[in-house]
């Protein structure tokens, strides 16, 4: 029989506690991006790029747009 990576043997012990809280993702995490995938991304990062990030003195943070009077991603 072949050796079990790390992932199987968690998988193997844990069989019960799956039943409880469901089961890991077992995906590869080294794959290629799909066009489906960079097109989210692409997306996902003009929306984040659309805000930004402002810090009080009290050390607290909050987040406002950078330009207000673009609506085009909201």
Do not use: C
Request: overall charge positive; hydrophobic content about 35%; aromatic content about 6%.
């Amino acid at each position: 029989m072949a050796k079990e990576n790390a992932s199987a043997r968690f998988m193997r012990a844990t069989g019960k506690l799956r039943a409880i809280f469901g089961p890991a993702n077992r995906s590869s995490l080294g794959h290629e991006m799909t066009e489906q995938n960079r097109r989210l991304l692409a997306a996902r990062e003009a929306e984040t790029r659309q805000w930004e990030t402002v810090h009080r003195a009290d050390g607290s943070t909050y987040v406002v747009p950078r330009n207000p009077d673009d609506k085009s991603l909201r």
